[in-house]
């Protein structure tokens, strides 16, 4: 009986230390996010801003077709890329996908994609650029001129 408690009381103390892990910044890193979606929700996008590239592959994966921005808005046309089910379209600077911004995720199989742009200043960023989360790669970028 002594051992059935005593390993009942050693699962939930282990349950509970491995459930706080990561957590101890979680109060630090809420407060950073939401100064930072404070901060976001004061920009204007600049709706007169035309903006285009074509994607090139990277990482060995496949990724084509061109990246527009138009009245606040991102188009992918003639969109193709590997398939996987974890991608996103990002706006980095030279692909940074820690500084970027992440905009929605992307059918890898839908040619003709619009995002609206919403509070963000596209004077930060430079590339539109395609990232799988799951397996943390970038597939492909165009930059934006």
Do not use: W
Request: with cysteine.
């Amino acid at each position: 009986m002594n051992t059935k408690y005593l390993f009942a009381a050693g699962a939930i103390v282990t349950s509970l230390t491995l459930g706080a892990c990561g957590n101890s910044n979680s109060s630090n890193e809420h407060t950073q996010n939401k100064d930072k979606q404070q901060e976001e929700s004061k920009v204007k996008t600049d709706k007169s801003k035309k903006l285009s590239g074509t994607f090139k592959s990277k990482n060995g994966e496949k990724v084509e077709g061109t990246a527009k921005i138009e009245n606040g808005k991102l188009m992918l046309e003639d969109y193709k890329s590997s398939k996987v089910p974890d991608l996103y379209v990002y706006l980095t600077k030279d692909g940074n996908i820690k500084s970027g911004k992440k905009i929605s995720t992307v059918d890898y199989n839908k040619s003709q994609q619009t995002f609206n742009l919403k509070n963000i200043d596209l004077n930060k960023y430079n590339e539109v650029t395609i990232y799988c989360e799951k397996a943390h790669v970038i597939f492909g970028g165009a930059k934006l001129k």
